[in-house]
């Protein structure tokens, strides 16, 4: 037999197993309901934020203008290929390859144009940048701005660029070439000894 005390005391005791149990639920609903709003804000910045895609029919222009850029730098028309390649870049600002080559021109135009030296440099340095911010892994970009900055007597920065270039293709023949150069204009003799004997493997 039960008496009244004891009954409450159960009751009391029933009470508060529903009240963990109902504690317990909204705890897990509130974190489901958390995460799914977490999740919908970072699925909102992706979108919002993402870079938009460059229509096919302009990955085609700026592709075709490239390839014009590379047979007028061939032909030694530098002017003309500074031309396509940035009218490459206005179709498609992602070719990499395209900054990269607008580098290579407007280095070269450099031995043509005293007056614009400076300018020349600091624009041929911001299109191999532009080259390596689309694709951080661009050999080429990193070997050619070695070359420009080793040009131009910037010894520190050539170094710079050009182990840059080998951390990406150690066996870069022109980079640890250079890189030997660069080194000995620095009195570096170890140093240029070891990139030269590097280059000979």
């Known amino acids: ?59 085609r222009e700026a592709q075709q203008a490239f390839l014009s850029g590379n047979s007028f730098f061939e032909q030694g028309d530098i002017a003309t290929a500074v031309m396509m390649y940035r009218s490459a870049i206005t179709s498609n600002p992602h070719h990499a390859d395209a900054w990269c080559n607008l580098g290579n021109a407007l280095s070269s135009a450099l031995q043509y144009s005293t007056e614009r030296r400076e300018a020349l440099y600091a624009e041929a340095v911001r299109a191999y940048e532009a080259a390596i911010a689309v694709n951080s892994k661009h ?43 660069a080194r000995h204009k620095q009195q570096d003799l170890d140093g240029a000894i070891d990139a030269y004997q590097r280059a000979l493997e």
């Open 1 to 59: 037999k039960i008496d009244a005390s004891q009954a409450k005391a159960a009751a009391v005791k029933a009470s508060k197993k529903r009240k963990a149990w109902w504690q317990g639920y909204m705890s897990r609903r509130t974190m489901i309901i958390s995460g799914g709003c977490i999740l919908a804000a970072i699925i909102f910045q992706w979108l919002y934020y993402r870079e938009p895609e460059i229509p096919i029919h302009r990955q």
């Open 139 to 181: 050999v080429e970009a990193h070997f050619n701005m070695g070359v420009l900055h080793h040009t131009l007597d910037n010894i520190e920065e050539a170094i710079s660029s050009y182990e840059k270039a080998l951390d990406l293709d150690p066996m870069h023949y022109d980079a640890l070439s250079n890189l030997g150069s």
